[in-house]
Nanobody, 127 residues
Framework: QVQMAESGGGLVQAGGSLRLSCTASGRTLRNYAMGWFRQAPGKEREFVAA????????YYANSVRGRFTISRDNVKDTVYLQMNSLKPEDTAVYYCAAEPTSGYYRVYTAANDYDYWGQGTQVTVSS
């Protein structure tokens, strides 16, 4: 059982930036590949970004590539999603997800690939 929590969401104007953080309570995330997903009202949960154990392999959805950056800090045991040039269509609840793996360079892009999820943090982008 891995209990994770997202933070850093809020209300921003279009063109602004936010940095989301994901941490685990009482457990390290160092042995997990990580991902970020989002879900807007009336829509299915969609993939945003993923990062490998090593942090050297990343992958992004086309809708956010070039604007969002996923990263991890193993000293702080935290995974981040830096979101720049935010658009109203980025408005959603954002979730972090973790998948145990022994592959240092593996990334996962499907929601069903992940075993553990946080409760989400709301990001609202106004026009």
């Amino acid at each position: 059982q891995v209990q994770m929590a997202e933070s850093g969401g809020g209300l921003v104007q279009a063109g602004g930036s936010l940095r989301l953080s994901c941490t685990a309570s009482g457990r390290t995330l160092r042995n997990y590949a990580m991902g970020w997903f989002r879900q807007a009202p009336g829509k299915e949960r969609e993939f945003v970004a993923a990062i490998s154990l090593s942090g050297s392999s990343t992958y992004y959805a086309n809708s956010v590539r070039g604007r969002f950056t996923i990263s991890r800090d193993n000293v702080k045991d935290t995974v981040y999603l830096q979101m720049n040039s935010l658009k109203p269509e980025d408005t959603a609840v954002y979730y972090c997800a973790a998948e145990p793996t022994s592959g240092y360079y593996r990334v996962y892009t499907a929601a069903n690939d992940y075993d553990y999820w946080g409760q989400g943090t709301q990001v609202t982008v106004s026009s």
